[in-house]
């Protein structure tokens, strides 16, 4: 059974910063690609940003500049370290791994979700 487990997030002024962490476990082989995602109250869960195994990113156009995602392939573990945060970034994040090599064959598994509130 694989297993993403989060942790980093929390309450924050505007302008600060958090990190959070995602570490995935169980009989893994291999992750293709891990990411994070955001929902806010009302609103679809979106992409926030990814990266693949060899280290290719992706980031939504809002958090550009502002967010970098960062991976540690050895221990299956993905960051976000998140600067400059505003109101609007107020959302659950749930971390993702795509395209999880396990002896089953490939699967994609979500974390529960950690709530990020911006606010002063």
């Known amino acids: 059974q694989v297993q993403l487990v989060e942790s980093g997030g929390g309450l924050v002024q505007p302008g600060g910063s958090l990190r959070l962490s995602c570490a995935a476990s169980?009989?893994?082989?291999?992750?293709?690609?891990m990411g994070w995602y955001r929902q806010a109250p009302g609103k679809q869960r979106e992409l926030v940003a990814s990266?693949?195994?060899?280290?290719?990113?992706n980031y939504a156009d809002s958090v550009k500049g502002r967010f970098t995602i960062s991976r540690d392939n050895a221990n299956n573990t993905v960051y976000l370290q998140m600067n400059s945060l505003k109101p609007e970034d107020t959302a659950v994040y749930y971390c993702k791994a795509d395209r999880v090599r396990i002896v089953q064959g490939l699967r994609d598994y979500w974390g529960q979700g950690t709530q990020v509130t911006v606010s002063s």
């Open positions: 169980g009989n893994i082989f291999s992750i293709y690609a």
């Open positions: 990266v693949t195994v060899s280290g290719s990113t």
